[in-house]
């Protein structure tokens, strides 16, 4: 695939007066937004948090509008996805997220990609436009950053990526990204600064919206922390994921019947009070609190409990699991 013939353009000075006083969105409302126009997006969190099952939602909404944790998505034309990560597993998430009966609009407004690019990205720097003008796209979802480029720890290969990325925006493609997160803040704490993203600081530095996802995999709660904004911080946000579905919604409150509906696994005291409280460490005094919570709940039915098997002496732990009358008509409606 050759890389596209670089053509220079120069704006006269006063150009600057055209530019709208209100933030463009692709993600968002007016200067709340994640997304916005001519900036690269980055998704970032570890493994197993929603990333795919966000992303997803947000594509469906670039297809047919809507919302996602209740801000608008708005669409920009045809979406190219690179399903570079896993790609099967990529698409079954996205299936979750449309009928069979949307496939022919699905066939004129998605492209997908699956596996490597033809070149390292950060090597091959008019490639990522390249591959957006052959799909005739207006957006790409990089599906992830590390199978983009490899050695993003390097400054070298963090400034060939964002040279990528900046030529795909420079050609009018919107670009958003889902970033592997491996380092933990100060103390083993949830990050929550740039600094603990992980690879060159290109790679922040380049974008124009940082947005983090952190909790651990698999969690029907995760957290959406703002790190770099366009415009307005967005949240800090608690969102609930339905990974079976491939849903989420944002919750205002910690409703333990709500957060207990959505983990059909189970839950201990320990478990409700980390996803309440927001903390990996909930105090004892915490975990009370959780546990009269959750003893309501199996009073009025729904909830139920199991007590693990006690080995070497070790006390049985109660697990609860919601009951079926807790979660009848509790499906989480997609918010995109």
């Known amino acids: 695939m050759a890389e596209p013939e670089q053509v220079r353009t120069y704006s006269p000075g006063g150009s600057i007066f055209d530019i709208p006083d209100e933030v463009p969105v692709v993600w968002g409302s007016g200067t709340e937004a994640l997304w916005v126009e001519g900036e690269a997006f980055i998704l970032a969190g570890p493994s197993g948090v929603g990333k795919t099952t966000t992303i997803g939602q947000v594509v469906r909404g670039l297809i047919f509008g809507g919302e996602v944790f209740g801000l608008p998505v708005v669409s ?5 996805y690179l399903a570079m990560d896993r790609p099967a597993q990529i698409a079954r ?23 490597p690019p033809p070149g390292d990205l950060a090597k091959n720097p008019g490639l990522l436009t390249a591959m957006c003008r052959e799909a005739r796209a207006g957006v790409v979802i990089v599906d992830s950053l590390k199978d983009a480029a490899i050695g993003l720890s390097e400054d070298t290969v963090g400034a060939g990526y964002n040279n990528a990325r900046q030529m795909a925006l420079a050609a009018g493609v919107q ?24 690879g060159s600081t290109w790679i922040t530095s380049g974008a124009g919206s940082v947005a983090l996802l952190w909790g651990s995999a698999g969690d029907p709660i995760v957290e959406l922390r703002h ?3 366009p415009a307005d911080p967005v949240g800090p946000l608690k969102i609930l994921h339905d990974h079976s579905a491939g849903v989420s919604r944002v919750i205002d409150d910690n409703d333990p019947k709500l957060i207990l509906g ?3 696994k189970g839950m201990t005291a320990r ?13 004892a005094n915490e975990i ?3 546990r009269r919570k959750l003893n309501r709940l199996l009073e009025s039915g729904l909830a139920l409990a199991t007590d693990t098997p006690t080995v070497s002496g070790v006390q049985p732990t109660k697990v609860y699991y919601p009951s079926k009358g807790s979660t009848q008509g509790s499906t989480l409606p997609i918010s995109a």
Do not use: C
């Open 262 to 264: 959505a983990n059909h």
């Open 288 to 290: 009370e609190k959780a």
């Open 271 to 283: 478990d409700m009070a980390a996803a309440m409280f927001g903390t990996d460490k909930p105090s």
């Open 227 to 229: 790190l770099k904004q």
């Open 76 to 80: 920009h034309g045809k979406v190219l």
């Open 175 to 198: 670009v958003a990204e889902l970033h592997h997160q491996t380092k933990r803040g100060n103390n083993g704490d949830k990050p929550s600064t740039l600094s603990d993203v992980y």
């Open 93 to 115: 998430s996205l299936r979750r997220h449309f009928t069979p009966n949307q496939r022919a609009s699905l066939d004129k407004h998605l492209a997908i990609w699956k596996g």
